[in-house]
């Protein structure tokens, strides 16, 4: 009975409380700057894609709404298209989890709606953004040991040259 | 042919009445959801017209629009009815109030009281009818919880009244506002003003004792299957409940329209609305009994306060007849 008086106080008393909404459309919330919005696809700092159409953000993906074509050029992996169906999307970040290049990232943006459904199906174009992202320092190619045109096998950053497993000397 | 002026005169004074009656409940709905907001720490509907006042229209409008829908496993015409009821019983309740002497609609009946009493004992049966006449088993285990709430706690109401019906010596209602010239009812009368606001409460099926409509337990009792303006109807009617049973605690308790310096209509309107908003406070603060609580509540620890109430209050009659 008395507990009930005290309940009827303590709410009386959020009468004079601020109130903790956020007028959306009015007043913008605060995200963080991993919050797990609309995704893209970042460049590495000399400016190319970093994607490597390794396929494993489509594995990863528990909805399966990515979808991306392989192709090469001078060496490097490219994605030829790179498809993603934000209508099924999740936004569970395991595809910028399990991408080994930080091609794929997860942006503080929300406002995707759409009238059509179709127009939430997002191109390589769209996706695609002209910085770096959350890593800019960050090139695949620099530190993997893969050969590209420019530079060869044990010339990536902290590699060290390749051992002649046919000479004697150690 | 002529009508004489005092018939024309009454009747606008019904219509006029009715019809303020009608805005305010409808406004209610808007001061409910607002201060169950800030209750909550959240602003509540702010966005239809200033401070969202236009929710109220936009909310009527969307019912209006709604369809009519009644069951094809209901009874048509008691499902029809009972809306009705529960609408037409509350405003004639309402007419009885004498917000002035001069404001009211028949504020000086001289049985007002009964009146009162009568008409929230008809309200019982707009639940009863609608969750019988639904033919779904949810509104019929509303509708008989409603049965047995309202006709217990109807019992601790009148008996209740009954300490300021002997302190005035009359069941006029203008009559005991009278009585309160010099000392409100609520002073000598404590436990009978706390038992009949909470017999209020439950005759209004207002949370914390909303056990017909239960929505956790029984999706919404008695009115599960209605929808569209009959749905409406049921709100508009517990609405001007929540005014009914908060105009007539002030009127007999808390000195209807007696109050220093500012005019009587006004007295009037700030207690009422101040005993509604503590209805909502109500609804945001205290959950719901489970019902044998409820019941065992109102049989076992009311029913023995107020027989004590009305029987300490008529001994000191006898004993002190100066202070009557
Ligand atoms: S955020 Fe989750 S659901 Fe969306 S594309 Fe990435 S892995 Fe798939
Ligand atoms: S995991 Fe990264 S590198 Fe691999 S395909 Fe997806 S975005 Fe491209």
Known sequence: ?170 | MSVPHEILAGLLNIVLGLAFLLVVAALLTWVERRLLGFFQDRPGPNRVGPFGILQVAADGIKLLFKQDWIPPFADAGVFVLAPAIAMVTVMLAMAIIPATPAIGIIGNLNIGVLFFLAMSGLGVYSVVLAGWSSNNKFSLLGGMRAAAQMVSYEVFMGLALLGVVMLAGSFNLTDIVHGQRHMWYVVPQFLGCIIFFLGGIAETHRLPFDLPEGESELGAGFHTEYSGMKFGMFFVGEYIGIMLVSAMTTVLFLGGWYGPILPPFMWFGIKTGLLVCFFILLRAALPRPRYDQFMAFGWKLLLPLTLLNILVTGALMLGLPAST
């Open chain 1, 1 to 170: 009975m008395l507990s009930s008086v005290r309940t009827l106080w303590y709410t009386f008393l959020h009468l004079f409380q601020p109130n903790v909404t956020v007028q959306y459309p009015d007043e913008m919330p605060y995200l963080a700057p991993r919050y797990r919005g609309r995704i893209v696809l970042t460049r590495d700092p000399d400016g190319e894609e970093r994607c490597v159409s390794c396929n494993l953000c489509a594995v990863a993906c528990p909805v399966d709404c990515i979808s991306l074509q392989k192709t090469e050029h001078e060496g490097r992996w490219y994605p030829e298209f790179f498809r993603i169906n934000f209508s099924r999307c999740i936004f569970c970040g395991f595809c910028e989890e399990a991408c080994p290049t930080y091609a794929i990232q997860l942006t503080p943006d929300f406002e995707m709606s759409e009238y059509n459904r179709q127009n939430l199906v997002y191109e390589k174009e769209d996706l695609l953004i002209s910085g770096t992202g959350k890593y800019p320092d960050y090139n695949f190619y620099r530190v993997s040991g893969l050969a590209i045109p420019g530079k060869d096998k044990g010339e990536a950053e902290h590699e060290r040259p390749p051992i002649d497993v046919r000479a004697l000397l150690p």
